[in-house]
């Protein structure tokens, strides 16, 4: 029981800093009606940055600056390649984004090189214990840092002129521009604001129990798409759903793996994709997704 | 005022959807522009809101002025902010956004807070059912109070000039008639009104001036009580006179309309 509870704890916490990637993944759609996979390296940029700043400029400075840098890199992406090439077919912009995520992660991965390059979190690698179950701090302060994250994004979508406009325009773009609201820059604040989620994200999925930041973060990345797939590309509350889904999934077939052997070892890290595929053959269109995305 | 010179629009550099079309919308009047399907009247009001580009469209002549100002390279927001507001085709409603957002985000383009608190007053005297459900998701509401909710979101924006495209498109007759009187009201507030409709009844009844377009070009143009009486308007528009006269065999070759009785 204990064993379950641990688990549960832990996916939760990963679930949540899924969650981060998949809703920032899910509004770029939104507002943009791009299938990002810039997101991965992104993260990575952002992982990057902070682990590179963290010497001169301290932590709290090197988180800062290092989010501003994933921003401003989301926010370029979107002004000089999607923005002009808006009304493209839905198929190449996506081409376009694997093709600007190839170069950056292949720089990135020049820079880093075979290391290991630490993140001196002031939290350090401890663990607690709540009530017998362990978690490691790092993870405990990201999934309260990301609930939080998460809340005031939800409120801000629901409530605030942004959020309004956002929606409008990913419901009917022409429309929304006969209104006067500006789908430039509804979609450049979507890509800043995911940005920003991305290096949240990237700052706690760097920490303990992970090493450190090496090209290997990318491939944990990479799992939030499942997670926004499956909880339907359009919404953002599925991304959520998606991003515990996968985060509980990826924690409990790692934890029972002496159970599962009989798939392999290292199973824990193909979960994320088999549970995709499992609710996509049930739900075509995610579980929370608008079943007909074709936009006229 | 909106005065539009001898435009010509065409789509992807081949199709010619408006052939020279001249009209204006004088100060605090209503003006009707009346034609079938594929007439150029949904292309002219695109051409006016600046939207002509989402379709692969382009101005290859002439020009769009509104008091003075030339319309036709601003992009959609500027002239939402130059006062000329559009209610789409079809209502366009945002469908999953409630009442109450969907008003919201027709102030986007209005700056001025106290320009848009008065224009919510004045769509929930308009239309007091948007009030009543404006917490409702605005899919639910009927075709009619989906309308009235268009036009309110238009209205969002404090309009100098309103542009309507078909208003009356798949609206029960009483419906309609009540939208009739809407323009009406909002016009008698100050408001321009460039009113497209296939349903001349309708449109001439509320319009001070009124033009018809056929295929791209307008073939007659006058005060609206005027254009209603011309036997043109009666038969093709009012649906009076003579049948055997719209025949094909009767027609002259450009003369594609045929009798459209709204």
Do not use: C
């Amino acid at each position: 029981m204990t064993q379950f509870l641990s688990l549960l704890l832990n996916g939760l916490s990963l679930g949540a800093i899924y969650a981060l990637i998949a809703l920032g993944f899910v509004i770029i759609f939104k507002a943009s009606e791009v299938v990002s996979f810039t997101h991965g390296s992104l993260l990575l940029l952002g992982a990057y940055s902070i682990a590179r700043l963290s010497e001169p400029l301290g932590f709290l400075g090197a988180v800062l600056v290092g989010l501003v840098i994933t921003a401003l890199a989301a926010f370029l992406v979107e002004r000089f390649i999607i923005n002009r090439l808006r009304g493209a077919p839905v198929i190449s912009l996506a081409i376009v984004t694997i093709g600007v995520d190839i170069i950056l992660l292949t720089e990135l991965i020049r820079r880093i090189g075979p290391d290991i390059l630490n993140v001196p979190h002031p939290w350090g690698g401890e663990s607690v214990r709540i009530g017998g179950i362990g978690i490691t701090q790092n993870r405990l302060i990201a999934m309260i840092v990301a609930g939080l994250l998460i809340a005031a994004f939800f409120v801000a979508f629901k409530y605030s002129s942004w959020g309004v406009a956002m929606r409008a325009s990913a419901e009917d773009g022409e429309t929304a521009a006969l209104m006067g609201i500006r789908q430039g820059r509804v979609s450049a604040l979507a890509w800043v604001v995911a940005g920003v989620l991305a290096g949240v994200a990237a700052l706690f999925l760097v920490g303990s129990p992970t090493p450190g930041v090496s090209s290997a973060v990318y491939a944990t990345a990479l799992r939030a798409f499942p997670a926004a797939i499956l909880g339907g590309l359009d919404s953002t509350g599925g991304a959520l759903v998606g991003g515990l889904l996968i985060g509980l999934a990826e924690s409990f077939a790692a934890g029972y793996q002496e159970n599962l052997l009989f798939l392999g070892r290292g199973f824990g890290e193909v979960v994320p994709y088999v549970v995709m595929i499992a609710v996509l053959l049930v739900r075509p269109s995610g579980l929370f997704g608008t079943k007909e995305l074709t936009r006229v | 005022m909106l005065s539009i010179d001898s435009l010509r629009v065409t789509y992807g550099g081949a199709v010619e959807a408006v052939r020279g079309v001249t009209m204006e919308v004088p100060d605090g009047k209503v003006v009707a522009v009346l034609g079938s399907n594929g007439a150029g009247k949904s292309t002219l009001l695109r051409t006016v809101s600046g939207t002509l580009r989402l379709h692969r469209g382009r101005v290859d002549e002439g020009s769009v002025r509104f008091d003075g100002d030339v319309l036709t390279s601003r992009d959609p927001g500027q002239i939402v902010r130059q006062g000329v507001v559009q209610v789409p085709e079809g209502r366009r409603i945002f469908g999953r956004l409630t009442v109450e957002e969907n008003l919201r985000a027709g102030g986007m383009g209005n700056r001025d807070r106290a320009a848009k608190a008065a224009a919510h007053a004045r769509v929930h005297d308009l239309f007091p059912v948007l009030a009543e459900r404006s917490g409702q998701r605005a899919g639910l509401l009927s075709g009619g109070e989906q309308q009235m909710l268009a036009i309110g979101r238009a209205l969002m924006a404090s309009p100098k000039l309103l542009l309507l495209d078909e208003p009356s498109l798949g609206l029960a007759p009483r419906i309609i008639g009540q939208i009739g009187e809407v323009i009406a009201e909002i016009n008698r507030q100050g408001t321009s009104v460039l009113l497209v409709e296939q349903n001349a009844t309708m449109a001439l009844g509320v319009a001070d001036l009124a033009y018809v377009l056929d295929v791209g070009k307008v073939s007659l143009s006058g005060p609206a009580a005027e254009l209603a009486r011309t036997d043109e308007v009666q038969r093709l528009y009012l649906g009076h006179g003579d049948a055997a006269e719209t025949g094909p065999a009767t027609r002259g070759p450009r003369r594609t309309l045929s009798r459209w009785t709204a």
